[in-house]
């Protein structure tokens, strides 16, 4: 064995190792004499698991069983119990009458009292479910001693009388029954069933009528809440919490039922179970916010139908809008609900719950009831906003066009009044925002609602406009003690649209409506779009725009001009709009407002197409504006494009009228600008091509100018435009510019074919037939021989054409 350490180094290191290793084995010692020592003292015998043997190759496994013998055993019960059940039933319905009436009675009596007391001694043995399912064919066999002796002993008594009296009874024996085995967990579930029925059907054996039906059953209820807060086995609170809800849920619904019929017989009933729902909400946790909104609409049925019944009919709706409100007012008060706090421990079924829960409950059901009512005084608003704008009539017909809403009580916006008022003391932004809405709905309903006169509706639309804007300028002047939303602002700016529009279809019935409205309105927007921000502020740019366009074209209606001469009229706002811009500069509205005068001036544009000649003037002011608008140099590359193209089409439209055909005229106007901007690009950029700077301009008027010669039978036009051509020619020869001298060449070489075509054509139809394919011939041969030449000749001609420009 060889190392790098030295010996004595090496040696120290093993020594070393081996003094770590005495060590840890002393320590492992130690800890094996404890760990015997323990497992003697408690004589545990440690057993070692061992994995399960595998099955030899192919013995079949047992199945794994699919059922607990438990299962097994209460299903075996049930389907016993419920065959002695069906039994019991068959012979007492069926083979009853063959016995007499000793051995009947005997037979139920020995079987009813075996059935019972069977589970003592089955109890004593511990069989728990052989004993319930025997209990449970005993107590159905009670309620056939109970049908037995009604059918023997019996036979008069009235049949719902005595099933109330059975029931009762019953209810009596199968609760002192499971109170005496209380191992049992069928008879006191089944005696709470049982105890349903007395009541309410004693009322119908009575001849009771809906209402003493209503109260039986919550009578019931209140003695099953009473079960299900002081009761101890969860079957019984379960079963009694079942028929609470059944019965006093049949009483709630039919005193709201009846109160829109007879109010003042449904009002203590409904009474009545705000009393329950409220105990209930107090002393349940877990039901106390559903009962609470329960009572609460109780409450309101109650009050609202007593007023009904004292009130017109218009005024039905506010009055169950203002029990509503005075609910939830109460409810939120000082010390509205803190007097429920009553004392008195939790039973079983939960702790007291929190009065802010009941109150929430409150509050939610008299908040539901103005909800309903609100959505009730919905369609005047939806006359006020969009009736205008579904006009019937002309503009200016003086005829009113604002619907009416036939047969709809006013009391709409009072509804509305009430629920802003309730809403502006809830101390929450969304609270605030709901007051804003109502109260722009107010205003807009008012007009349908109070069928007011034609001269007060747009003054109402004009003062919702304001008051909108003015709130969405600045949100605090509503939301005070409130953090501002920007929830709030939008809704605000947004009624205040709505508002104007409608303003705006209203003034259409009259002209001197018109001009008011409009004139408002853009001076209201333009305050907006000063004193605005953000979007907001660009949108009510535009809408001034807008309106003082509307105004430039009501005044050009009112002067008597036409479609055209308005349009001329209308293109006043481009140009202010553009100046407007240009004091603005780069201000975020200088944009909105330019795009909106440009879409006003496009507009005009179009009124003129129907008289061509103010078209064209029409576009050559548009043309005017566009190219005052390109000075500015954040402009000038949409704006100077915008300016050429109106100018030429000015220039198109205007020749048009004046019956020019000369395709010159045409692209004259085309090529003049395009040469210019060429020249002022090449002195600018000299390495720019020729083909860029004069290309398109020189293309705009020869290829125009040359298929017109082509079909001209006269020669003025082909010598003037040869003779242009051999300038462009020269000039780019001169130059040394590429474009014009093959743009030149080539429209004076084919001008050039066009004037010896005719006589080629005499020539070629004097010759023999023969000679022109002979010719033809010749022609290729002497191509074929100089090939080489040609292509000599054209490299030549190409390197002559690349040093030029």
């Given amino acids: 064995m060889e190392s790098s350490l030295p010996p004595a180094e090496e040696l120290v290191l093993v020594d070393r190792e081996l003094a770590r290793l005495d060590a840890r084995r002393a320590q492992l010692l130690v800890r094996r004499d404890w760990l015997l020592r323990v497992l003697n003292a408690q ?24 059922a607990t013998p438990r299962s097994t055993q209460n299903v075996l019960l049930t389907l016993g119990g419920v065959l002695l059940t069906v039994a019991a039933l068959v012979f007492t319905l069926v083979s009853w009458g063959s016995m007499g009436i000793g051995g009947r009675s005997a037979v139920l009596a020995a079987v009813t009292s075996a059935a019972l007391s069977a589970p003592v001694a089955l109890l004593r043995r511990g069989l728990r479910s052989t004993a319930e399912s025997v209990a449970a064919l005993g107590l159905a066999l009670t309620v056939l001693d109970a049908y037995a002796l009604h059918r023997v002993a019996l036979p008069d008594t009235d049949g719902p009388g005595y099933a109330a009296a059975a029931s009762a009874v019953l209810a009596g024996v199968w609760a002192a029954y499971g109170s005496a085995l209380g191992r049992l967990r069928i008879p006191l579930p089944a005696a709470v069933a049982a105890a349903q029925l007395p009541l309410p059907v004693g009322v119908l054996a009575a001849g009771g009528g809906v209402v003493p039906f209503a109260w039986a059953a919550l009578a019931t209820a209140v003695l099953d809440l009473v079960a299900v807060l002081w009761a101890r086995p969860l079957p019984v609170r379960v079963t009694a919490g079942v028929g609470a809800a059944g019965l006093g849920g049949w009483a709630l619904f039919t005193g709201l039922f009846l109160s829109f019929a007879t109010p003042l017989r449904a009002a203590p009933l409904l009474l009545a179970c705000a009393a329950v729902l409220l105990f209930l909400a107090v002393r ?21 139908g007593l007023l009904r019944a004292a009130l017109p009919e218009v005024w039905e709706v506010p009055g169950y809008a ?20 009553g004392g008195g421990g939790a039973g079983a079924a939960g702790s007291p719950s929190s009065p802010g829960a009941v109150r929430s409950g409150l509050a939610l059901a008299g908040g539901g009831v103005l909800g309903l009512a609100v959505a009730w005084a919905v369609p005047p608003v939806a006359a006020g906003l969009l009736g205008p704008l579904a006009r019937r009539t002309a503009v200016w017909s003086g005829e009113h066009s604002a619907p ?41 309903s008012l007009p349908v609602s109070l069928e007011l006169s034609y001269a007060v509706t747009p003054a109402v639309q004009l003062a919702a406009t304001a008051g909108a804007l003015a709130i969405a300028v600045r949100p605090g002047v509503l939301l005070r003690g409130v953090e501002p939303s920007a929830v709030v602002g939008w809704l605000a700016f947004a009624c205040g649209l709505g508002s104007a529009a409608g303003a705006v279809a209203l003034g259409l019935d009259a002209q001197g409506a018109t001009f008011a409205v409009l004139g408002v309105l853009a001076v209201l927007s333009g305050g907006f779009a000063v004193v605005g921000d953000g979007a907001r502020r660009l949108v009510g740019a535009c809408a001034a725009v807008l309106a003082v366009a509307g ?41 909105a407002v330019e795009a909106t005068g440009a879409a006003v001036g496009l507009c005009a544009t179009v009124l003129t197409v129907g008289r061509p000649a103010l078209l064209a003037l029409a576009l050559a002011l548009g ?110 020869a001169r130059f040394r510019l590429q474009a014009p001298l093959l743009l030149g060449g080539a429209v ?58």
């Fill in 404 to 444: 009416v809403l036939t047969g709809y009580p006013a009391t709409a916006s009072l509804v509305l009044l009430l629920a802003a008022v309730a809403l502006a003391v809830v101390p929450r932004t969304w609270a605030r925002a709901g007051v804003l809405l109502l109260v722009w709905a107010l205003l807009t």
């Fill in 43 to 66: 004589r545990v015998a440690v057993p070692v698991p061992q994995p399960p043997a595998p099955a030899p190759w192919g013995t079949p496994r047992a199945p794994r069983p699919e």
């Fill in 623 to 732: 043309g005017v504006v566009a190219a005052a608008t390109a000075v500015r140099p954040e402009r000038r590359p949409v704006a100077s494009w915008v300016a050429a193209a109106l100018f030429l089409l000015a220039t198109w439209v205007r020749l048009g009228v004046w019956e020019v055909t000369a395709p010159e005229a045409y692209a004259l106007p085309v090529t003049v600008p395009a040469l210019v901007v060429g020249v002022l690009r090449r002195r600018r950029d000299p390495e720019a091509s020729s083909w860029t700077a004069y290309g398109p301009g020189l293309a705009a008027t020869l290829v125009p100018s040359l298929f017109a010669a082509w079909v001209d039978p006269h020669w003025t036009r082909p010598l003037l435009l040869g003779v242009a051509a051999l300038g462009v020619t020269l000039i780019g």
């Fill in 284 to 304: 349940h946790r877990g039901s106390a916010l559903a009962s609470a909104v329960g009572a609460g609409l109780a409450v309101v049925a109650a009050a609202g």
């Fill in 551 to 591: 105004l430039a074209g009501a005044g050009a209606a009112a002067a008597g001009f036409g479609p055209a001469v308005s349009g001329l009229v209308l293109l006043a706002v481009p140009a202010a709009t553009a100046g407007v811009g240009a004091w603005l500069r780069r201000h975020p509205v200088a944009v």
């Fill in 748 to 805: 004076l070489a084919l001008d050039g074919l066009h004037e010896l075509a005719p006589y080629v054509v005499q020539a070629v139809g004097a010759l023999p037939r023969w000679l022109p394919p002979a010719l033809a011939g010749l022609l290729l041969l002497a191509v074929g021989a100089t090939y080489e030449q040609r292509l000599r000749d054209a490299r030549r001609l190409r390197e002559r054409l690349g040093r030029l420009r």
């Fill in 322 to 341: 203002l029990c509503g409100v005075v609910l939830a007012a109460g409810a939120w008060g000082a010390g509205g609900i803190r007097s429920l706090r």
